[in-house]
């Protein structure tokens, strides 16, 4: 008795995208201060932030870009000086997932 092999395609759900959609609604509409970009970066100190994302020569013209649209906002009043637009940093986030130095100390 000789036998069959079907192949039965099952379509797999793109995760990734869903998730992303997801967390994109999660911070629609939102400000962010450096604690809350804290918590994104998976509990980076606020110096790490400054010096691998912020402050970074690679990444100058497209932070420059957001503080000039209003999306990064830096006060000089009490309180945490830092507002950052949610969905705009956490596309930046996404976009340069890979190049950041996750492995460096929090």
Avoid at 1 to 9: F, L
Wanted: hydrophobic share 35%; proline share 5%.
């Amino acid at each position: 008795m000789q036998s069959k092999t079907i192949a039965v395609e099952f379509p797999v759900p793109d995760f990734s995208e869903s998730l992303y959609k997801k967390a994109m609604e999660s911070v629609e509409g939102r400000c962010w201060k450096m604690a809350d970009l804290r918590d994104w970066t998976g509990g980076k100190k606020e110096e790490w932030i400054k010096k691998y994302i912020i402050e970074n020569p690679r990444y100058s013209r497209e932070i420059n870009k957001m503080e000039k649209n209003g999306q990064i906002i830096v006060s000089k009043g009490s309180g945490s000086p830092w507002r950052f637009k949610a969905t705009t940093m956490a596309c930046f986030l996404e976009r340069h997932f890979e190049e950041l130095p996750w492995d460096k100390s929090k």
